[in-house]
């Protein structure tokens, strides 16, 4: 999502020491989106996970001293020639191993089962059932014998490895569950993973804990203690600086440095003036005053709109946004000369991301901790090894406020890139306001925490309207609201009627000069989140 970017500069080490003697579960990679989702299930359960690819060696996976092994599904069939596989050598290892739909059948067709087509395939939500002429489950003990779960399969095991069992099946897949306690490895067709699986949690919990032996000592709370350490060690006696946005990941980061350093660290915060509606001052307010953060606040609203007239193409604003913040970034360093450490609320998708192939470029992100290379930093990434959700409660650990922890994820250049057309004081404050009422009309209802990100767009045409007798012609404002899991693709948000009656009106009645108000529901792809 960011191009917060070199991610194996610096902190690597840091992080390592985060991890310490934590049991760590290796998720084996055959398909990027299901793998994070496996580890970031792992985790809830309080177990460590980190994600390898399927390249790795069985050698390279004994050096990492897994405490036990996850194959995830992928979108391949293991029958085709070139199907992403895994050196055998990993099944010798002794080491607990649960492999899933793709992952199942990967074992099944190295230990010398055998791998079918299974009719139609299934998709979706499918019963399993458990057998019950075999040797009792293992795997599935505690759960239903009848249980819902989701599929989403063409190929199945037709026949388990010799000192397997198939413990349960479904109508497609006549071994839904193979085990073998012997080995330690146990395969399930089905997605534990996902939330239409409603056991699934407990599925990959008895995994881990009952059949792997893992105690459950992956806590934010011993994480805040590890990193306070590492972080002390990292730093020494020297200084950092912090390029704060209002954003969570940036924030926690900061909080979290700061609980380790205290005032050896110093937090930048650029005010572009393309922000949300009061958000700078939330900025300062929590971090100087309740934080007690040493805070440069930087008012920069006049030169960004200076360099920003007359700049309507997309790409153009980004790279005007994202270079004139860098020099103003620099300016502000003059404040803290001495610092060596830039802190960077990197997580761990980012780092995933860049270990993979890259896609090709949708727009140039520009991340305001994202600062580039030749700024001569070392940097301190204290949040790398985490997902958001793990961010999120670290912050609240931390003592952070709701408005900062649950805040929406907001693009690097701002309202910018919500206005279409050119940036001017004006239009910023006429989307500021349509945009708090979007936002507040959304928390009212109940639903800030379940939709990704609900927000106000600016197009530059106009339209007519009918406001008293009189003839309006004024600006129609866009809603956009998105569900989503990390954003790489997102549906648009089915908010009740109600609710976006009361936006469509109050934004009306309340922000001089719009008079229509339209809603986005276009999902991603093929849109994007953001209109810009
Ligand atoms: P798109 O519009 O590409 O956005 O679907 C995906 C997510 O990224 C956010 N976004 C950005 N975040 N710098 C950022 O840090 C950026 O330049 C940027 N542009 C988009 C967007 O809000 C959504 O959450």
């Not at 458990?130 to 190929?155: C, G, K, Y």
């Not at 985490?386 to 994820?409: C, M, N, S, T, Y």
């Not at 600006?475 to 908010?495: F, G, K, L, Y």
Request: aromatic share 6%; net charge negative.
């Amino acid at each position: 999502m960011s191009d917060s970017g070199r991610p194996d500069a610096g902190s690597r080490a840091e992080a390592e020491a985060v991890v310490g003697d934590q049991p760590t579960v290796l998720v084996v990679d055959f398909g990027a989106q299901y793998a994070q989702l496996i580890a970031r299930r792992v985790r809830e359960a309080n177990v460590y996970s980190e994600i390898v690819p399927h390249s790795i060696t069985a050698a390279e996976l004994a050096q990492r001293d897994p405490a036990a092994i996850i194959f995830s599904g992928g979108p391949k069939s293991v029958r085709v020639p070139d199907a992403p596989s895994i050196d055998p050598g990993v099944y010798d290892l002794g080491v607990p191993i649960l492999g899933i739909c793709y992952g199942q059948q990967l074992i099944a067709q190295q230990l010398g089962g055998e791998v079918g087509g299974g009719g139609a395939g299934e998709y979706g939500r499918t019963v399993v059932h458990r057998s019950s002429d075999v040797v009792s489950s293992i795997l599935t003990a505690d759960l239903p014998a009848d249980q819902t779960v989701w599929m989403s399969h063409f190929d199945a095991v037709q026949r388990p490895p010799e000192g397997f069992v198939a413990t349960a099946a479904s109508e497609g897949a006549p071994c839904a569950v193979i085990e073998s306690p012997e080995r330690k490895i146990w395969g399930v067709q089905y997605h534990p993973e996902v939330a239409h699986t409603p056991h699934g949690q407990e599925l990959i919990t008895r995994f881990l804990h009952d059949l792997a032996g893992l105690p459950a000592t992956w806590t934010m709370e011993n994480f805040i203690d590890a990193s306070v350490e590492a972080i002390r060690a990292q730093v020494g006696d020297g200084r950092a600086i912090c390029g704060l946005s209002g954003g969570v990941d940036s924030a926690v980061a900061a909080a979290l440095v700061h609980k380790a350093i205290g005032p050896q660290l110093t937090c930048v915060f650029v005010d572009t003036g393309l922000m949300r509606k009061n958000e700078g001052d939330q900025v300062v307010e929590t971090f100087r005053r309740h934080q007690g953060m040493e805070l440069i606040h930087v008012r920069a609203a006049d030169r960004f709109f200076e360099r920003l007239a007359g700049v309507t193409e997309p790409e153009d604003k980004r790279k005007a946004i994202g270079e004139l913040f860098i020099r103003v970034f620099e300016d502000a360093r003059g404040g803290v000369e001495d610092a060596r450490f830039l802190v960077q609320g990197t997580l761990y998708p980012d780092v995933i991301e860049s270990g993979t192939a890259h896609a090709a470029t949708i727009k140039s992100h520009h991340n305001v901790g994202g600062l580039p290379e030749d700024l001569d930093f070392e940097l301190v990434e204290p949040l790398r090894l985490l997902f958001k959700d793990e961010v999120r409660a670290v912050g609240h650990e931390l003592g952070l406020p709701d408005e900062i922890v649950w805040r929406q994820p907001f693009p690097g250049p701002g309202l910018g890139v919500r206005i279409i057309g050119e940036v001017t004081p004006e239009m910023v404050a006429l989307l500021q306001e349509a945009d708090a009422i979007v936002r507040e009309e959304l928390r009212i209802a109940g639903l800030e925490r379940e939709i990704w990100q609900a927000f106000a767009v600016l197009p530059d045409i106009r339209t007519v309207g009918v406001m008293g007798d009189e003839r309006t012609y004024g600006h129609p404002v866009i809603i956009r609201a998105v569900t989503s899991e990390d954003a790489m693709t997102a549906d648009w948000a089915r908010i009740p009627y109600d609710v976006l009656e009361s936006m469509a009106s109050r934004i009306i009645n309340e922000v001089p000069g719009v008079n229509r108000v339209a809603y986005d529901i276009t999902s991603k792809p093929p849109g994007t989140i953001e209109w810009e």
